[in-house]
Antibody
Framework: EVQLVQSGAEVKKPGESLKISCKGS????????IGWVRQMPGKGLEWMGI????????RYSPSFQGQVTISADKSISTAYLQWSSLKASDTAMYYC??????????????WGQGTLVTVSS | SYVLTQPPSVSVAPGKTARITCGGN??????VHWYQQKPGQAPVLVIY???DRPSGIPERFSGSNSGNTATLTISRVEAGDEADYYC???????????FGTGTKVTVL
């Protein structure tokens, strides 16, 4: 069974750093892109970026380029999303999702349960 | 950047048909995927590559895509279909994944 299990909720202060994780199981982790999606409170889905764990090829949405870093450790089938200096506006639910299909045009077939990040002083 | 526009809300009576549109410039030339998101839950893929259904998704869910509009159709709507629905494409010109604005489906 394919599963993406994300790390637990975080409460941080502005300016702090954070790294959240997404562990894949039940499939070849290195053979599928993993995307990250933000959902701010009461809002829609926003694509942040995507990584191919096989070679760590990474793409970012211009809206998030320079604001976050996406990485992966294929030895433990885990993808990461990190911030070096959080802002209150980073408060949101963050989802990882497995990209399906043999080309870039595919969708996201399996999703993690989400990690709620709250940034407040 | 590429924009996908969805109606904010659609209301439908049980047993009837709901149609959710996703508008984008020449969207018919792209592959469209649809997600269902219930309150407090992660999104679920319900249609991929315009009209394919993942295993476990009822046949009541179908999709089409042509011209400037893609459509998700839910036939014989049930109370459990009440959720937010998002369309999504990959824009090859910018190499970006784009989600639609989302549609809240209410079952009357």
């Amino acid at each position: 069974e394919v599963q993406l299990v994300q790390s637990g909720a975080e409460v941080k202060k502005p300016g702090e750093s954070l790294k959240i994780s997404c562990k894949g199981s039940g499939y070849s982790f290195t053979s599928y892109w993993i995307g990250w999606v933000r959902q701010m409170p009461g809002k829609g889905l926003e694509w942040m970026g995507i990584i191919y764990p096989g070679d760590s090829d990474t793409r970012y949405s211009p809206s998030f380029q320079g604001q976050v870093t996406i990485s992966a450790d294929k030895s433990i089938s885990t993808a990461y999303l990190q911030w070096s200096s959080l802002k209150a506006s980073d408060t949101a639910m963050y989802y990882c999702a497995r990209h399906v299909g043999t080309d870039y045009a595919g969708g996201f077939d399996y999703w993690g349960q989400g990690t709620l990040v709250t940034v407040s002083s | 950047s590429y924009v996908l526009t969805q109606p904010p809300s659609v209301s439908v009576a049980p047993g009837k048909t709901a149609r959710i549109t996703c508008g984008g410039n020449n969207i018919g030339s792209k592959s469209v995927h649809w997600y269902q998101q219930k309150p407090g839950q992660a999104p679920v893929l319900v249609i991929y590559y315009d009209s394919d259904r993942p295993s476990g998704i009822p046949e009541r869910f179908s999709g089409s895509n042509s011209g400037n509009t893609a459509t998700l159709t839910i036939s014989r709507v049930e109370a459990g279909d009440e959720a937010d629905y998002y369309c999504q494409v990959w824009d090859s010109s910018s190499d970006l994944y784009v989600f639609g604005t989302g549609t809240k489906v209410t079952v009357l």
